[in-house]
């Protein structure tokens, strides 16, 4: 069949751009292989923060007697955990469902994959557009590690499907996904260990902050095995060996592999469709996501910019517009904040200070603890800390990390400033809150030279 646009894969931008082509009167083709909805609905950031929030609830009933309330026994029931998320799963997958049931879209379910230029094959048939858009997002990497491939292991998927708690969950990979799935089974009682070749957990982010995550991890008694890399696995079910550089030898109840997101493009027919991929596998497109096929965009995951499920969707936005001729704004230039759902949370936007180094920009910094704001104190989560990196010319902000309580609801005040294109003043001049985490965002701006008070 003949359409004007194929999506392929529904993931965080193929919905909506799907159902808002078909509502502005275009003939649209969405194919979907697997569930509705994606990684994020699916297998990740959904299922995660449901599973996180039974961690957190039982972290907090443990240590609730430093408040003064005393609860005598947790009890973990790990089946009933994984019911909720799946349940919670369950509903946002039938509502992606009623959303594409839109007039002028078709939805197939099936493997889709290019047969040439601007033609689709999906299920043995051939289907054509004069634009077709690429959202086939990305899945776990599995390392080329000597006896993986005989050795059972878990990735985010399987590992959220366990019904009993592991007895001890080796975790290769320190980077968001390995910190959260760490700290969540830690609390749900697992012994955990965490490996990474780098010398820091969330090795992109400034050290100090890495440090003060490692700190709360330690605490919460995860071991950290970094400056590690892993030579060999082996063993079966329930006993699972892990071979260090250097000859240390871990074992495990159960391994997960959290190393990196490889792209969905080894079987999409890409040499077909004439579409460049880079040597990881991605697609290669411009700044208005056109790759090197006419008429063949691609958005999210698949791209391998950052992998989140607002960028997949601000890639939505921006395509449409650029479809529809409503606009030429591409997708550099965009502020792109993220957070890691650990608790406490790390967040970040633009520049880290190594960053602003790399690039030889002028920069001043200023860090805060949490520790000295008082909401921080009377709520007792005082661990973590406050960093901001500020252009001294322009007084703009050129980055913030922000490791602590809320950290994920605290960024958005810098990425307002930032998209807005105001100075750092604004936040001085402004009043928070008191006592609020955010204060501790004004606190931390004064402890620059030029907006201390005298
Ligand atoms: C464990 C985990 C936790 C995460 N947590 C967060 C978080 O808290 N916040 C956040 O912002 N991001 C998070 N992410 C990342 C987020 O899930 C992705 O960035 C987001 O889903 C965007 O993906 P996408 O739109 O590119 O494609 P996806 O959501 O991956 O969708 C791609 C779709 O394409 C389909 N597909 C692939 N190939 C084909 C084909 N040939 N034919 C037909 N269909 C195909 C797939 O089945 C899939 O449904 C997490 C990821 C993981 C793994």
């Known amino acids: 069949m003949t359409f004007d646009v194929i999506v392929i894969g529904s993931g965080q931008a193929g919905v909506p751009l799907a159902t808002r082509l078909a509502a502005a009167g275009k003939r649209v083709l969405l194919a979907e292989r697997g569930d509705l909805g994606g990684t994020c609905v699916n297998t990740g950031c959904t299922p995660t923060k449901t599973m996180m929030a039974s961690a957190r609830a039982a972290h907090v009933a443990r240590t609730a007697g430093r408040l003064g309330v005393r609860v005598p026994q947790v009890e973990v029931d790990l089946g009933a955990i994984a019911d909720r998320k799946d349940a919670i799963v369950r509903r946002w997958r039938e509502g992606v469902g009623k959303r594409v049931q839109v007039e002028g879209l078709t939805v197939l379910r099936g493997h889709a994959r290019f047969a040439g230029e601007r033609e689709v094959e999906i299920s043995g048939e051939i289907h054509k557009a004069e634009t077709i858009v690429i959202n086939t997002g990305a899945r776990a990497l599995v390392p080329p590690i000597d006896g993986l491939g005989e050795t059972p292991w878990l990735d985010n998927a399987s590992v959220m499907s366990l019904r009993d708690v592991p007895s001890h969950l080796l975790i290769l990979g320190g980077g968001y996904i390995g910190c959260e799935f760490g700290q969540m089974f830690r609390r749900f009682g697992s012994r955990v260990t965490i490996v990474d070749h780098s010398g820091h957990l969330l090795s992109r982010e400034d050290p100090e902050i890495s440090c003060a995550l490692e700190d709360i991890f330690r605490k919460d008694g995860i071991g950290l095995e970094l400056n590690a890399k892993v030579v060999q696995v082996s063993g079966g079910a329930g006993a699972i060996d892990v071979r260090l550089d250097g000859g240390k030898e871990l074992r495990g109840?159960?391994?997960?592999?959290?190393?990196?997101?490889?792209?969905?493009?080894?079987?999409?027919?890409?040499?077909?469709?004439?579409?460049?991929?880079?040597?990881?596998?991605?697609?290669?497109?411009?700044?208005?996501?056109?790759?090197?096929?006419?008429?063949?965009?691609?958005?999210?995951?698949?791209?391998?910019?950052?992998?989140?499920?607002?960028?997949?969707?601000?890639?939505?936005?921006?395509?449409?517009?650029?479809?529809?001729?409503?606009?030429?704004?591409?997708?550099?230039?965009?502020?792109?904040?993220?957070?890691?759902?650990?608790?406490?949370?790390?967040?970040?936007?633009?520049?880290?200070?190594?960053?602003?180094?790399?690039?030889?920009?002028?920069?001043?910094?200023?860090?805060?603890?949490?520790?000295?704001?008082?909401?921080?104190?009377?709520?007792?989560?005082?661990?973590?800390?406050?960093?901001?990196?500020?252009?001294?010319?322009?007084?703009?902000?050129?980055?913030?990390?922000?490791?602590?309580?809320?950290?994920?609801?605290?960024?958005?005040?810098?990425v307002v400033l930032m998209q807005g294109g105001a100075t750092a003043r604004a936040i001085v001049d402004a009043q928070f809150v008191h006592p609020t985490f955010a204060e501790g965002v004004q606190s931390l701006l004064m402890k620059l030279e030029r907006y201390a008070l005298r």
């Not at 633009?350 to 002028?362: F, V, Y």
């Not at 901001?388 to 703009?396: A, C, K, M, T, Y």
Request: proline share 5%; charged share 25%.
């Open 253 to 414: 109840s159960h391994l997960l592999v959290a190393v990196g997101r490889r792209p969905n493009t080894d079987d999409l027919g890409c040499d077909k469709g004439n579409v460049a991929l880079d040597a990881k596998g991605f697609v290669v497109a411009d700044d208005e996501y056109l790759t090197s096929a006419p008429g063949v965009y691609a958005v999210g995951d698949v791209l391998g910019g950052p992998q989140f499920t607002h960028t997949s969707w601000d890639d939505h936005r921006l395509l449409f517009d650029l479809l529809l001729g409503r606009s030429r704004r591409g997708r550099r230039g965009r502020f792109i904040p993220y957070t890691v759902f650990t608790d406490p949370q790390v967040a970040g936007v633009g520049l880290t200070e190594r960053g602003a180094r790399e690039r030889g920009l002028p920069f001043e910094t200023a860090t805060m603890a949490f520790g000295s704001i008082a909401r921080a104190i009377e709520v007792d989560e005082t661990a973590g800390l406050l960093k901001v990196i500020l252009d001294p010319q322009s007084e703009r902000v050129l980055g913030a990390s922000i490791v602590g309580p809320e950290a994920g609801e605290l960024i958005h005040i810098f």
